[in-house]
Nanobody
Framework: QVQLVESGGGLVQAGGSLRLSCAAS????????MGWFRQPPGKEREFVAT????????YYADSVKGRFTISRDNAKNTVYLQMNSLKPEDTAVYYC?????????????????WGQGTQVTVSS
């Protein structure tokens, strides 16, 4: 069992930056791939980024590639999402999730545990 708590969301102007954190409880954190997803207003939840259990491999949605960076610190049981050059279309509730396996995966069904989400709002 893994419990996840996101933090770091807020209101930012277009072009600004935010860093999201996701703190995990449980001794198995370092055995799970981790992912970030987001749900824009009135839309389905979508994939943002994923990182392998060891942190050695990452994968991004095309919409955030080159602007967002996912990383993890297994000693601190924490995964991060650094978001730069933010755009109004990045406005969403952002969720972190722990994967069923160790490999990075962009599919929602590959994730068993989810946080409660943190709101990110980008003003134009």
């Amino acid at each position: 069992q893994v419990q996840l708590v996101e933090s770091g969301g807020g209101l930012v102007q277009a072009g600004g930056s935010l860093r999201l954190s996701c703190a995990a409880s449980g001794r198995t954190f370092r055995s799970h791939a981790m992912g970030w997803f987001r749900q824009p207003p009135g839309k389905e939840r979508e994939f943002v980024a994923t990182i392998r259990y060891s942190g050695g491999s990452t994968y991004y949605a095309d919409s955030v590639k080159g602007r967002f960076t996912i990383s993890r610190d297994n000693a601190k049981n924490t995964v991060y999402l650094q978001m730069n050059s933010l755009k109004p279309e990045d406005t969403a509730v952002y969720y972190c999730a722990a994967g069923r396996g160790r490999g990075s995966d962009s599919r929602r069904r590959a994730y068993d545990f989810w946080g409660q989400g943190t709101q990110v709002t980008v003003s134009s």
